[in-house]
Structure formats: C-alpha cells, structure tokens
C-alpha cells in the first residue's frame, strides 16, 4: 500500500516553534518575488518556481535552507558548498532564528528565484 505524501505540517512535528517562525518569514520574503510552490518532500520541502531554486530541511531548534546558485558564495554564513554542474551550486546555509532571514538572505534568495524562471 503505498504511503501518502508527507505534508509541510509534517515537517514541523516536535520542532522548536522558531523552526516555523524562520520557514513563514522565508515564505514571506519569498512572496516579494512572485509564485512559488511548496512542494513537500520525506526530509525536505522544495521551493518551486518553474524549478526548484530552494530546499528547507528541518532540525529540532533549526532550519537548513539549500539554496540553488549560478556560482559560488564566499560567506560564513554558507556552511556546505557543492557543485552540482558547471554553472550551478548548490548552497547550505543554517537558520536558528527568523531573524537570520535578513537581507542577505533575501538576496540569495531572489538570485535563486531568477534563475529557476
């Protein structure tokens, strides 16, 4: 019998509610941009605009946004760099608190958005 699709709830069962406090504020940066879809996954939610341009995958006090680069970003803030062709990276960046979806990261995020259209 086959299991039904994960839901984005889901994902937030027995996480620190400010693990779903930093997920509404991404959405809502997000928002600014334009349509997306969340697309929930078994360890991740994808972001979808045509494709997809970001993951977030839950912790238990934190989030782990991946986001989809044309390069990479020299930042501390990027904890995993992995280069997935030769124009694309793929970036981890860690958030523990809404307040870590500051401009930055509403800058790597639209340039994620732009290049999944």
């Keep these: 019998m086959p299991t039904a699709a994960p839901t984005v709830e889901q994902h ?4 620190d509610p ?8 991404l959405l ?4 600014k941009l334009g349509e ?3 697309d929930p996954k078994k360890t ?9 341009f970001a993951g977030v995958a839950t912790r238990k006090s934190l989030l782990v946004l991946t986001l989809k680069a044309s390069h990479d970003l ?3 803030r ?9 124009n694309r990276w793929h970036l981890e960046v860690p958030l523990s608190s809404p307040k870590d979806v500051d401009a930055e990261v509403a800058g790597w995020l639209k340039a994620a958005y732009e290049i999944s259209g």
């Design 12 to 15: 937030f069962a027995g996480k």
């Design 18 to 25: 400010s693990v779903r406090e930093i997920y509404d504020r």
């Design 28 to 31: 809502a940066e997000i928002g």
């Design 36 to 38: 997306f879809a969340e």
């Design 44 to 52: 991740s939610i994808h972001l979808n605009r045509r494709t997809a």
């Design 74 to 76: 020299r930042s501390p």
């Design 78 to 86: 990027v904890k995993k760099h992995e280069q997935a062709s030769a």
